[in-house]
C-alpha cells in the first residue's frame, strides 16, 4: 500500500493543461525529501521525467513542469499531447519505514 | 550512453529458484547504487532493494525483506535479483534501474517473470 497517494486518472484535450497531484505526509514529502516524477508509456519502462521536485532531465519537454509545497507536490503537463498518454508516477523517500523509497499509486492521464 | 540490460522473460513452477540479472554499461558501475522495482500485471511500481556494488551494502522495503535476495559483481558489472522458492504471487514484470541519491534515473526495459503451476 503506497503511501502517496495520486488521482487514478485525468484526462484532456490536446493542447490542454492537466495537473496531477501526489499527497505524502510528514515522514515523506512533508519531511522535505524529494519529490521525483516517472512517465510510463504503454508496455514500457519508466523514464525519469522530473527530478528533484522541479529539474526536467536533458530530452524531456518544456510543457511538463513540478513543484512541491509542504507534503504535496504536482506534475503539470501544458499543451498536452497524444504522446504524453501514460501512467505517471510519484517517488520520494519515506523515514517512517525503516528508509524505504516509495513510489505514488500512479495516474493514468488520457488524452481525449 | 547509460544502458542496464536484463535478462529475457522466465516461466518458473511454484517452489522453484530463480536468478535474474541487469548488466550496467555507458557510466562507472560503481558510482551509482541499482534499485529493483516490482510492477504486478495492471499495477502500480513498487520498491524492492537497492544495492551498492562497491561493498555490496543493501537496504529493502520492509514488503521484501526475507522474500527476495539481491547482489552484485562489480567485475561483471551486473546485479542480481533472486528468489529462493517462487510463489504465483511472485509473477510480475521487474526492473532494474540505476540509484543516485535518492531518485531512479536510468531503467532497464524489464523482465518478466511467470509463475504457475
Known amino acids: 500500500q503506497s503511501v502517496l497517494t495520486q488521482p487514478p486518472s485525468v484526462s484532456g484535450a490536446p493542447g490542454q493543461r492537466v495537473t496531477i497531484s501526489c499527497t505524502g505526509s510528514?515522514?515523506?514529502?512533508?519531511?522535505?525529501?524529494?519529490v521525483h516524477w516517472y512517465q510510463q508509456l504503454s508496455g514500457t519502462a519508466p523514464k525519469l521525467l522530473i527530478s528533484r521536485n522541479t529539474n526536467r532531465p536533458s530530452g524531456v519537454p518544456d510543457r511538463f513542469s513540478g513543484s512541491k509545497s509542504g507534503a504535496s507536490a504536482s506534475l503539470v503537463i501544458t499543451g498536452l499531447q497524444a504522446e504524453d498518454e501514460a501512467d505517471y508516477y510519484c517517488?520520494?523517500?519515506?523515514?517512517?519505514?525503516?528508509?524505504?523509497?516509495?513510489f505514488g499509486t500512479g495516474t493514468k492521464v488520457t488524452v481525449l | 550512453e547509460v544502458q542496464l540490460v536484463q535478462s529475457g522473460p522466465e516461466v518458473k513452477k511454484p517452489g522453484e529458484s530463480l536468478k535474474i540479472s541487469c548488466k550496467a554499461s555507458g557510466y562507472t558501475f560503481t558510482t551509482y547504487w541499482i534499485g529493483w522495482v516490482r510492477q504486478m500485471p495492471g499495477k502500480g511500481l513498487e520498491w524492492m532493494a537497492i544495492?551498492?556494488?562497491?561493498?555490496?551494502?543493501?537496504r529493502y522495503s520492509p514488503s521484501f525483506q526475507g522474500q527476495v535476495t539481491v547482489s552484485a559483481d562489480k567485475s561483471t558489472r551486473t546485479a542480481y535479483l533472486e528468489w529462493n522458492s517462487l510463489k504465483t504471487s511472485d509473477s510480475a514484470f521487474y526492473f532494474c534501474a540505476r540509484h543516485g541519491e535518492t531518485l531512479f534515473d536510468h531503467w532497464g526495459h524489464g523482465t518478466l517473470v511467470t509463475v504457475s503451476s
Open positions: 517517488q520520494s523517500y519515506d523515514s517512517s519505514l525503516r528508509g524505504s523509497y516509495v
Open positions: 544495492i551498492s556494488p562497491v561493498d555490496s551494502d543493501t
Open positions: 510528514s515522514s515523506n514529502i512533508g519531511a522535505g525529501y524529494d
